[in-house]
């Protein structure tokens, strides 16, 4: 893995550059438009029951809202239960400390090779390249993630990292970075030889690592969800397991986790259950076979307090990262991951992403959706993305020196005096009736000056095209078929 590239820390700073460019890219463009529309149906077949539905989100908004109210006392619960297991809890304020915390546990060990099972907060912190530079190789064993690595990018979404890649791309990849590996479309085939590459690394590893879906304060328990056994492999055969999670993503109990287990795979990728659902209460007992003889499990903050202490943005760490509202988003399904810069894209990333990077560094994020609320509809936990988008906009428009309650990194960020002057006239002349009525006899009198263009709306515009049966005549056939 000695050739990954290195990636940018803060590529949503060209955030309107990356956009411009996926959207001329017409074979990722046909790529997500296939696989969005894949994953919306199998999600709509997962819920065929509206009232179900309903109540099993508001269930799930309950759970979260009522776990985040609690967490400083879920969290000191989590890591007394857990050190009563033997599990072994570290904190992490920053992800450079995260880092040098995993790195210290593998270096005490004299370790050089780790196995990862997904893990979206070990890309948050950049882990595999930290490790890299000190000398240890971080392999990815999802095969989504196995991909993406080989070929030195990030993931594009949070539960499909390759959604991305077509079938050539991974035959050409395959065949290019793995020895004696033939040219081959088919997919069977691919997902042998990835397995076959990985299958060794299991037992020659020093260390596990993976992420965390769960963390129940109550029994102390990890729950990882995963589809491909991977995430069993790497946390029952190395000697080491390390598991880093964000501290938002611990629940109060273990009836807690069944609602939500059901939300997340369905809402994900239509199935009722996955196939492997992974309960890590302790290391290895006396007297039994397998299972690590260490666990650590870090704590990761990274600006999840900052949105934790403002009662309306703390809902944003409401999310057990589905996806869904990716798959719903008119902006992520025409541009993909990769143009945010992030490691969080999409609705949900636009919303989380200012937290951890700072609004300086993301500033035209919440900017990036045209709000038509679809990623609100289909959260599984109810966040109002809409909401939140708007009261970041604010955040990044409020003059950094403005003192409030909780105020944000990087407050003032997207702020302008040109603007702010902009916006001083038009609340001169619309809030006041003498200027706006002079405002109005002058712009009827002078309107011959405007352009005969209207910008991006004459130059982008596709008139629609007449639809071949009214709305009505549908549902009077539709009502007719009925009976």
């Known amino acids: 893995m000695s050739e990954q590239q290195t990636i940018t820390l803060y590529p949503s700073r060209q955030f309107k550059d990356n956009a411009r460019a996926a959207l001329q890219d017409g074979e990722l463009r046909t790529s997500l438009r296939t696989a969005m529309d894949y994953l919306m149906a199998k999600r709509l077949s997962a819920f065929p029951d509206g009232d179900e539905l309903a109540t099993l989100r508001t269930l799930g908004e309950t759970i979260r809202q009522r776990c985040l109210a609690k967490l400083p006392e879920l969290l000191e619960k989590l890591e007394a239960q857990l050190t009563a297991n033997g599990v072994q809890v570290h904190w992490a304020e920053t992800t450079e400390q995260a880092n040098e915390i995993i790195h210290g546990l593998i270096a005490r060990r004299g370790g050089t090779l780790a196995v990862k099972g997904k893990s979206m907060v070990s890309e948050e912190t950049e882990l595999n390249h930290y490790l890299e530079a000190r000398g240890v190789t971080a392999v990815e064993s999802d095969m989504g993630e196995y991909i993406v690595q080989l070929a030195g990018e990030k993931p594009t979404h949070i539960i499909m990292p390759a959604i991305h890649k077509t079938k050539a791309h991974i035959a050409q990849l395959f065949h290019d970075k793995l020895p004696d590996t033939p040219y081959t479309e088919d997919v069977d085939s691919l997902i042998r030889i990835g397995r076959n590459a990985l299958r060794d690394l299991y037992l020659k590893a020093d260390v596990g690592l993976s992420g965390v879906n769960f963390a129940v304060a109550e029994t102390g328990t990890l729950c990882l969800v995963e589809n491909e056994g991977n995430g069993r492999m790497c946390t029952t055969v190395p000697d080491m397991h390390i598991a880093i999670t964000g501290i938002e993503k611990v629940v109060e109990k273990l009836t807690d986790v069944v609602p939500l287990y059901s939300l997340l795979t369905r809402s994900a990728i239509g199935q009722p259950i996955t196939t492997y659902f992974n309960m890590i209460s302790s290391p290895r007992k006396p007297g039994e076979k397998d299972g690590p003889r260490e666990v650590h499990l870090v704590l990761l903050d990274n600006g999840r307090s900052q949105a934790y202490a403002d009662e309306q943005l703390r809902k944003t760490l409401q999310c ?80 950094a020196g403005e003192v409030v309650a909780h105020p944000l990194r990087g407050q003032g960020a997207a702020h302008t005096g040109k603007e702010a002057l902009a916006w001083r006239t038009w609340r001169g002349l619309f809030g006041q009736p003498g200027a706006y009525k002079l405002f109005g006899w002058a712009a009827t009198r002078l309107r011959g000056l405007t352009p005969p263009g209207q910008l991006g709306w004459t130059q982008n515009h596709v008139p629609l095209k007449p639809a071949a049966k009214t709305l009505h005549q549908l549902v009077r056939e539709r009502d007719a078929a009925r009976r």
């Open 320 to 399: 057990i990262r589905c996806g869904a509202c990716m798959n719903h988003c008119p902006v992520y399904t025409r541009i993909g991951g990769h143009a945010y810069g992030t490691t969080y894209p999409g609705p949900i990333g636009e919303i989380i992403s200012p937290h951890m990077l700072g609004l300086e560094n993301t500033k035209d994020l919440p900017t990036a959706s045209s709000l038509c609320g679809a990623c609100g509809e289909v959260c599984p936990v109810k966040i109002p993305i809409p909401e939140m988008l708007m009261r970041l906009r604010e955040e990044e428009q409020r003059p």
